[in-house]
């Protein structure tokens, strides 16, 4: 097979198990991924096949979606052994996808190569503006959470498990997660688009309080 049809049959595989996907981890977010890591790859020297594979498989072991404690994704590298990728190739595609999780924000996540930057950035970016205000209360919504509670104040997460056990409303998740990814882009076509983005969401966070204290 060459790179074309990997890439094809690839996407076949993903539609086919994301399309019913309601906690906003759908095909279009991973659609959204994979042309937005295109996009930023045209600027840097990297290899723009590893980095659309592993756009395409990055959130089919997610630990978000799975409940598992390994960030081993199992579930792509048998795609990638099926599909006949040398194990160069795919332990590269591999390490790409396992650089791409958000762990909470006191949590370093350090990428190994150029091409997990890149693929970082592009998830990144479909967690802000005004995309990642929608799919951040459909994944609240996913997991019955309140959409604010004042009463309970945002935590930075220190490790891993904390930020996963969160049961916080979903407006927290803007000041622990979201509007911290701006500073952590690590490419600077990343960083622009970010910008605008981030600018989205604090004035829609004003607008919400506002609202939310019947000011407006
Ligand atoms: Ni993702």
Redesign the pocket.
């Known amino acids: 097979m060459n790179t074309q049809e990997i890439i094809q049959k690839t996407e076949l595989y993903i539609l086919a198990e994301f399309s019913s996907e309601g906690s906003g981890?759908d095909w279009f977010?991973?659609n959204r991924?994979r042309n937005m890591a295109l996009r930023i790859g045209q600027n840097e020297e990297c290899d723009l096949f590893r980095i659309e594979m592993a756009a395409l498989l990055?959130?089919l072991d997610?630990w978000k979606l799975t409940d598992s404690d390994s960030h081993y994704p199992i579930k792509a590298g048998r795609w990638l052994d099926k599909m006949g990728v040398s194990e160069e190739v795919s332990s590269q595609i591999l390490r790409i996808i396992e650089d791409?999780s958000y762990m909470g924000a006191g949590t370093d996540t350090p990428v190994r190569s150029i091409e997990a930057s890149v693929v970082q950035d592009a998830?990144r970016l479909?967690a802000i503006g005004a995309l990642g205000i929608a799919r951040t209360f459909a994944y609240g919504g996913h997991k019955n959470r309140l959409i604010y509670d004042p009463s309970i104040p945002p935590v930075m997460h220190n490790d891993f498990q904390s930020y996963k056990a969160s049961t916080a409303p979903t407006i927290n998740h803007f000041y622990e997660k979201l509007l911290l990814l701006k500073d952590r882009m690590n490419t600077q076509t990343a960083r622009i688009i970010a910008q605008e983005r981030h600018q989205f969401m604090q004035d829609y966070l004003t607008r919400f309080f506002e609202e939310w204290e019947a000011t407006k």
Do not use: E, T
């Open positions: 981890h977010h991973i991924v990055h959130d997610d791409v998830d479909d």
